[in-house]
């Protein structure tokens, strides 16, 4: 709808020449020159706006329209539409060095607003914000002619200290700070008086405006928050809301060490003992330093804000600005206690009656997180068992409200921000690692990034294992949550009982359903099991691949392969031989029991396979430790079609590391039988499978297989005449009218080659040997480079010298 | 403090005649220039610092374009303008997709952002706030923001030259998010606001 109306007016407004540019600020100085420029200089001024913002590259503006528009902005009588174009005009262009405005000599607040915000987009952002702090400042402390309004210079002071939070000295903090005080805690509980708008609503006579109420609509109880509700509002009452919004920031650039004064230390004591009522008025806080004061007032602020927050607001926007509230007065509270930990103490009781509170509100999840955040940083100071909220944390949440896209990243923003303290003291972290998980399945896209970093966090040597499993099922996991979720809102009528004795028709049926039930509640659980085994998934796995296209799990299953490189890599850091070992096996029994995905299971396949490929460089003897299952693995001719990557990563390994010189423990009887079962598959492959027109292996699988038998007849010179005399028989396969029909000629030359070199390199049994099983030490400076390159290299180079035959001198 | 405001479209699918999304707007608040560098700047540096200013918005729209088509998928709603709207039928912003995600440090910005999206009609409304910003108020500002502005820019009337609105959209962000300071506004906050727009805006 937009899309074209848009673009066509942008391209115009880059494809713009500098002299039609030069035209427009022409007409618009003159327009804007007369007496009371109105909608045809308002227009102007648009188009020009446009051409300047949709440029990426900088429009050179005259010079003279500039100090136009600089003089134009800064007149008295400017019409507000006027002054918002020229402002932006001069915004756009921004940050460049031919502006010369000036907020020095400027009285109105709005002017100062519009032309401070044109200043910090300069260059010189200190001296911009310095300039402009100090002004916002003195306007600040002096009395406001009539009809100007501070409402305009708040926000501008926020933004002066993002730019530059050191821009303001200590008594330009100081005068914020007693004003602050002001705004804060003694605004008016009155409410405003409308402002006359003459016509319509006119009111022959002013009723006297009531008190503020609260969001339930009592009548207030105690001072002005942003909390408190009234038909019109006073300009103090403005102030307040705004003093409040840019509280946070404020304390944390000016509200901690640096300007305190000596005599702070000594209040400690006795503040910390006294306060307990909100609103008790103390004399001595009085006489407490501004900075002080209004840490002081801040506190109070909150915590009426937490009371406040227990009402039930009437109408839904101010139920949401409720939980919004609480979560900053609880993060201001964390704030002030790091600046003067003598808070802690009232603090902790408030936020302990307030989780209670709201640890059973969904609604209130998110305000769990700032009170969670507090106990993290505070609870060794009061030597407090927070505990309970990290488990109620971490065991509920996720499991309930991971279908909250904001919830979700929140929650993991906690956790990615602590993940130093969880990993070293709180174990309930790394349990929970299944309960977590729950968040990325369902929103992956926005959420894999962050679990990038708090993959390696959860992995250890005891969750390893299990995570490996989650990981390869997290597509199942997304399709699970659907189904819980989709149960949950599913009428009583179709919850209702189904035939245990029937098989359930479709995936909502299944939840219920006693043949699955137990299942869907291992994949769902909250905790790590690990005594549990995932082999009873098999049934469920199968079921959920009806709902395999839905894009949910086809987005969660495209987060899986990274995922699982980010888990061996840092698995193999940490990992000893039994886990390797342990990991190789889940590897190998995984490989066929994916979740039904294609696009899924050729990727995890890939990834798979290098990883088998990176444990046994790692660990090599795990191919004589594990031989009984390699030796079946490598011995099912199914492997061969389903898992091609990974059966020829096997088979490479056992041809590679099945000896000797990389364990001791090798013997001659585990070579032979590892010799005949992959005999066996490749004369299934090339013998049979062609005669009977099944189809064809790829010329990869046949090559490592030939390798692999070399490799091995190597190690034990019994096996030598058959594998040369199988190697022979590779023309007549190659050959055969079904394999050349659907091999390439390229493949069909590589397989001949590579026979043939490997015939060649058996007639030299020693040399063979050498280069089929180089010892651990040379192999280990092989395998910085690709593998598969050194090898062929080799036997290229001894096969070439065979052909050439003279001259050449058997080792 | 809120970092940018964008207002962009949303492509409707990826190789569409449309093309890819156009940034319609756009507003910096906070300054991307490292403290530690010399001031004041050389021209060269000022019209680097501007360009790579506007990259970095188009960069955030790149993502957020991606990440609400993601969530259309997942949500199985049909791509934006597909949906034939009456004109005078309020738009419902409660069902629009909207999300969050994280900008690493760098990438694009000088520090670590989040982003703030909400998607409505083909458009998208975005937020670019620093880390630990109150991210439950920026939520209900963007959709404040995105209400008003759906309703003061007349986006569901024909022939719309939104881009040439530009003042409009600077008046309700001056009232609705002044210099990038997001407002704790009750209900009877937000209503005098609107008086207050109501008054200030021309019909």
């Not at chain 1, 034990?716 to 000629?745: G, N, W």
Request: charged share 20%; hydrophobic share 45%.
């Amino acid at each position: 709808m937009f899309a074209a109306a848009a673009q066509s007016l942008l391209r115009q407004a880059r494809d713009a020449r500098p002299e039609e540019l030069r035209a427009l600020g022409a007409r618009a100085a003159v327009l804007l020159q007369q007496p009371e420029p109105g909608a045809e200089a308002a227009d102007c001024l648009r188009r020009i706006l446009l051409v300047v913002a949709a440029t990426k590259r900088h429009r050179k503006l005259d010079d003279k329209f500039v100090d136009v528009l600089e003089r134009a902005l800064c007149l008295p009588k400017c019409p507000p539409q006027i002054q918002v174009l020229c402002a932006a005009i001069l915004r756009e262009m921004s940050p460049s060095n031919k502006l010369s405005l000036s907020c020095h000599e400027i009285q109105e607040t709005k002017l100062l607003s519009t032309v401070g915000a044109i200043l910090l987009a300069q260059g010189n952002k200190k001296a911009a914000a310095s300039a402009v702090g100090q002004r916002v400042i003195k306007v600040l402390e002096g009395r406001l002619p009539e009809g100007q309004s501070s409402r305009h210079l708040l926000p501008l002071l926020s933004q002066v200290i993002s730019v530059f939070p050191a821009s303001l000295t200590e008594d330009q903090t100081n005068v914020v700070n007693k004003r602050m005080v002001d705004w804060l805690r003694y605004a008016s509980v009155q409410q405003g008086v409308a402002q006359p708008s003459g016509g319509f609503f006119s009111t022959p006579r002013t009723r006297q405006p009531g008190p503020v109420t609260e969001v339930d609509g009592s009548i207030a109880t105690d001072f002005f928050t942003v909390l408190s509700l009234g038909q019109h509002y006073t300009e103090d009452q403005w102030l307040n809301m705004q003093a409040f919004s840019m509280l946070r920031k404020w304390l944390l650039c000016y509200g901690g060490e640096g300007a305190s004064s000596p005599s702070s230390d000594d209040r400690s004591e006795v503040d910390g003992s006294v306060m307990s009522m909100v609103s008790a008025t103390s004399t001595s806080s009085r006489l407490l330093p501004p900075k002080e004061r209004l840490r002081e007032k801040a506190f109070e602020y909150c915590q009426r804000l937490v009371e406040q927050s227990n009402r039930r607001a009437l109408r839904k926007p101010d139920g949401d600005l409720q939980k919004a509230c609480l979560i900053e007065a609880v993060t201001i509270m964390d704030i002030i206690c790091r600046q003067d930990s003598s808070y802690v103490y009232r603090t902790l009781s408030c936020l302990k009656i307030l989780h209670g509170r709201i640890s059973r509100d969904l609604a209130y999840a998110r305000a769990l997180l700032p009170i969670a955040q507090f106990f993290l940083n505070h609870s060794e100071t009061a030597a407090v068992d927070s505990e309970a909220v990290y488990k109620h944390l971490f065991t509920r949440i996720p499991a309930q409200l991971f279908h909250s896209p904001m919830l979700a990243f929140e929650f993991i923003q906690f956790c990615r921000d602590n993940l130093g303290v969880f990993t070293e003291n709180f174990s309930i972290f790394r349990q929970s690692f299944p309960n977590l998980f729950k968040f990325l399945a369902w929103n992956s896209p926005s959420l894999i990034l962050e679990f990038m970093d708090l993959l390696p966090a959860l992995l250890g040597p005891d969750t390893a294992i299990e995570m490996l499993h989650l990981l390869l099922d997290l597509p199942c996991l997304a399709a699970a949550l659907d189904v819980q979720l989709r149960s949950a809102s599913a009428s009583a009528s179709e919850r209702a009982a189904c035939d245990p004795a029937a098989k359930p028709t479709s995936c909502l049926e299944a939840f219920r359903h006693p043949l699955y039930r137990s299942s869907f509640q291992y994949l769902l659980r909250t905790e790590a099991a690990p005594g549990d085994s995932p082999e009873r998934l098999a049934p469920l796995r199968q079921l959920l691949g009806s709902v395999a296209n839905s894009p949910r799990v086809v987005q969660c299953a495209e987060t899986v392969p990274v995922l699982l490189q980010l888990f061996f890599n840092t698995a193999a850091e940490f990992a000893d031989k039994p886990l390797i070992n342990q990991l190789v096996l889940v590897l190998l029994e995984r490989s066929d029991q994916l979740y039904e995905l294609p696009a899924f299971k050729v990727d995890v396949h890939r990834v798979l396979s290098s990883q088998l490929l990176l444990l046994c460089r790692l660990r090599p003897s795990l191919v004589v430790e594990l031989s009984k299952e390699l030796l079946e693995f490598s011995g099912t001719v199914g492997n061969i079609q389903n898992k091609e990557d990974v059966y020829t990563y096997v088979v490479w390994a056992i041809g590679e590391y099945m000896s000797v010189s990389y364990d001791k423990r090798c013997t001659v009887e585990q070579i032979n039988r590892f010799f005949e079962a992959l005999e066996a598959m490749l004369f299934e492959i090339t013998q049979l499978r062609p005669a009977a027109s099944g189809p064809p292996s790829s010329p990869r699988v046949i090559a490592v297989l030939m390798t692999a038998l070399t490799k091995l007849a190597s190690r034990s010179q019994d096996l030598i005449p058959r594998v040369s005399l199988f190697l022979s028989k590779m023309r007549a396969f190659v050959q055969h009218p079904a394999t050349a029909s659907v091999y390439s000629e390229q493949d069909s030359e590589e397989i001949l080659t590579r026979a043939t070199e490997l015939t060649n390199l058996l007639k030299m049994p020693s040399v063979a040997q050498f280069v089929l099983t180089p010892t651990a030490e040379v192999a280990g400076a092989q395998s910085q480079r690709d593998t598969h390159a050194a090898l062929p290299a080799a036997m290229k180079m001894v096969s070439r010298f065979m052909e050439r035959g003279a001259g050449f001198v058997p080792g | 403090m809120v970092h940018a405001f964008l207002l962009h479209t949303l492509s409707p699918r990826p190789g569409d005649a449309a093309g890819p999304g156009r940034l319609l707007y756009s507003r910096v608040f906070g300054s991307e220039r490292p403290d530690a560098a010399p001031e004041p700047p050389g021209l060269q540096e000022l019209e680097r610092e501007r360009l790579g200013q506007k990259e970095r918005m188009l960069v955030v729209a790149r993502q957020v374009d991606t990440m609400c088509k993601l969530q259309q998928q997942v949500s199985g709603r049909p791509a934006a303008d597909v949906i034939l709207q009456l004109p005078d039928e309020p738009v419902s912003l409660q069902d629009a997709p909207a999300g969050l995600f994280r900008l690493p440090a760098g990438d694009p910005f000088g520090d670590r952002k989040t982003v703030l999206w909400l998607g409505v009609l083909s458009l998208g409304f975005v937020l670019v706030c620093d880390p630990h910003e109150n991210l439950m108020l920026a939520e209900s500002t963007l959709r404040l923001l995105a209400r008003y502005l759906l309703d003061h820019l007349r986006l569901l009337g024909p022939g719309n030259d939104i881009v040439l609105k530009a003042d409009k959209t600077e008046v309700i962000l001056n009232k609705v998010l002044p210099h990038g300071q997001l407002l704790f506004l009750n209900d009877q906050f937000v209503q005098a606001l609107e008086r207050e727009l109501s008054a200030t805006l021309p019909k």
